[in-house]
Nanobody, 121 residues
Framework: QVQLVESGGGLVQAGGSLRLSCVAS?????????MGWYRQPPGKQRELVAI???????VYTDSVKGRFTISRDNAKNTVYLQMNSLKPEDTAVYYC??????????????WGQGTQVTVSS
């Protein structure tokens, strides 16, 4: 079973930066097709932030383009989210997500436990 552990959340002032990390374990024999970040603001639904697919393809939600950068270290099964120019509206619990599959099987989606990011104005 794939396990994802996030780190790097915290409290930061508007305009500041944070870097989130997520390490995947339990992936022996599997191919990780994509790793990404979602967030859930207070009182709202979980939403996509960014995805990094195998082959260096990335997708960002419009509100973070130009401020956030997602990257993967495949050798370490790790995905990062560099967040710059943070705004109070970026306040949310950030969740790591991974799609991984054994050869010949459908990908399985796994989630981390979440890490809180709070941006003060």
């Amino acid at each position: 079973q794939v396990q994802l552990v996030e780190s790097g959340g915290g409290l930061v002032q508007a305009g500041g930066s944070l870097r989130l990390s997520c390490v995947a374990s339990g992936t022996s024999g599997m191919s990780i097709n994509a790793m990404g970040w979602y967030r859930q603001p207070p009182g709202k639904q979980r939403e996509l932030v960014a995805i990094a697919r195998t082959g260096d393809s990335t997708v960002y939600t419009d509100s973070v383009k130009g401020r956030f950068t997602i990257s993967r270290d495949n050798a370490k099964n790790t995905v990062y989210l560099q967040m710059n120019s943070l705004k109070p509206e970026d306040t949310a619990v950030y969740y790591c997500n991974a799609d991984a599959a054994y050869p010949g099987e459908w990908p399985r989606t796994s989630w981390g436990q979440g890490t809180q990011v709070t941006v003060s104005s």
